[in-house]
């Protein structure tokens, strides 16, 4: 099998997002992409965090949408990414919010996911980390993002993760590229090993793909307890161009939709075929053995 060379994952991911700034910024916004996740998430995120006013850390929060909706819900919230092009997007976007929103962002600022040393322990009563766990291509980076996710957070803090499951990723890049997805071994690459690597310039960058039986081990062995997985896109991943027409067409029927997508998203049978799992874990009082 034919194996590409892979760039330092931190240093790609950076040049993606500098890259693709003002796109990715306005991706969930966009309604046959992420409008769907966009709506889930929120749900999930409303009937989940603990009460207002909580400290909440968006770690790999990019150009802040989330940071704002939490802020908008009176919540505490440090932003962090490693893209300084999404953070300035941030910064523009929250300036222009009025009192007290922006008043409740307390920093936004560029870090790693795997070095969250500018936080004391427990600082945080939740934590947001919607993407640095599918970019982290290394196990063992993997495991220093959770150890550090769960260091800042207190003693029974939740942490909101993302993670990307194969086979989406696989089908999607056989529908590209054909044959060429098979012969070049990248679609074996996916399959065998959850590793997916792009090198074209302003394309999605590489990611580790995971399996769904694999997630609740991952998390329990760092010290955390899952409460919940959820498939981001639901039951309407793949059908996301025809929910947006109908948005329009009907909205009363796209909202009972939602519903159905937001009530059946913990499905187990559902999950392999997402784009993206929300998993919301509990950060026990005890570290893993």
Known sequence: MTRTTEPDPVAAVRDYYERSARREADRL????????????????????????????????????????????????????????ALLDVARERIARDPEPYAGSVAAVMEADARDLSAFPDASFD????????????????????????????RPGGLLFATVMPRYMRLVSTVLEHGLAAFTSGTADLILDEGRYHDARPGRFTGGYLTRPDDITPLFEDHGFRVRHRLASQGILAWAQPEVAALAQRDP?????????????????????????????????????A
């Not at 029927?253 to 913990?266: F, H, P």
């Open 252 to 288: 009363d029927a796209y909202e009972r939709l939602l519903d159905v997508a937001y009530r059946t998203a913990g499905d187990p049978s559902i999950h392999g075929m997402s784009g993206h799992l929300l998993i919301i874990a509990e950060r026990s009082a005890t570290p893993a």
């Open 29 to 84: 916004s966009r309604p046959a992409d992420g409008a769907v996740e966009r709506e889930l998430h929120a749900r999930a995120f409303a009937e989940h965090l603990p009460p207002a006013p909580a400290r909440i850390l968006d770690n790999g929060g990019g150009p802040g949408t989330w940071t704002r909706w939490l802020a908008r819900r009176g919540h505490r919230v440090t932003l962090t990414d490693l893209s300084p």
């Open 126 to 153: 939740a934590q947001l980390c919607l993407g640095p766990l599918y970019h982290l291509t290394s196990g063992a980076d993997r495991e220093r993002a959770l150890r550090e996710a769960r260091r800042v957070l």
